[in-house]
């Protein structure tokens, strides 16, 4: 996909990622582009900025999708590109409460399954669409410290793989996004938690939109911001044993350093 003269749906695109990729795609040309967030006065911002069109969202109601939808295609026409790119973190394991299991899961996961189901139908009645999903490393590979982003992010890499496998011959195209660590307040924040190992490395947003158009140019479903990752993965599935031990001594070493002097 050439973003030149397309319409695209990002949500997330007050900041961080989302705001990335809606300046990369304005300076490519796209008709036009829906900058959707939670956070409505900076997707006001970002949105004059690029002379694009602001929807406050909460991705975790099914609702405010439907009409963010419904609002992108009255403004600019039918959607191309829906990037399905909110996201939240949260440290902790299977103590977590249900409560905070059921908001990350809404928003990690479900609004992935929110937006497939409201842009598929017209996608596929014309017989062409992409979808963009952002994950995350740690979905394919795991997030020490964070039971809840690992899962969740493990689940919509493989709602990405399903919807690929179940509509790519339909004319949709589906690439998932999974970066490592990214200059973002998501990564800001956990300086001083498990995360904080992803800082060496770490890239700006602008070179995560630029991975992204890169991809979509090739329509690779899997994006890599961060290479390396692909290698990781493939360690991984060639010696799963092995990769959890090496895992379990970065968890070690992770939990050492926290440890009081």
Known sequence: MKLADKVAVVTGGASGIGRALCRRFAAEGARGIAVADVDR??????????????????????????????????????IDLFCSNAGIAMEGGVETSDSDWQRIWSVN?????????????????????YLLQTA???????????????????????????LSVTYGDRGIRVSCLCPQGVRTSMLTEAVEGPGRFLLEGALEPEQVAAAVVAGLADERFLILPHPEVGEYLRRKANDYDRWLRGMRRMQAKLDAGAQPM
């Open 41 to 78: 006065a900076g997707a006001e911002r970002v949105a004059r900025e690029i002379g694009g069109l602001a929807v406050g969202v909460d991705v975790s109601r099914e609702a405010d999708v439907i009409q963010l939808v419904e609002r992108a295609t009255a403004a600019f026409g039918a």
């Open 109 to 129: 996961f479900m609004a992935h399954v929110y937006a497939a189901r409201a842009v598929l139908p017209g996608m596929l009645a014309r017989g062409e669409g």
């Open 136 to 162: 995350s490393a740690a979905g394919l590979l795991t997030q020490v410290g964070s039971a809840p982003y690992a899962v969740t992010k493990h689940a919509a890499v493989s709602l990405a793989e399903w």
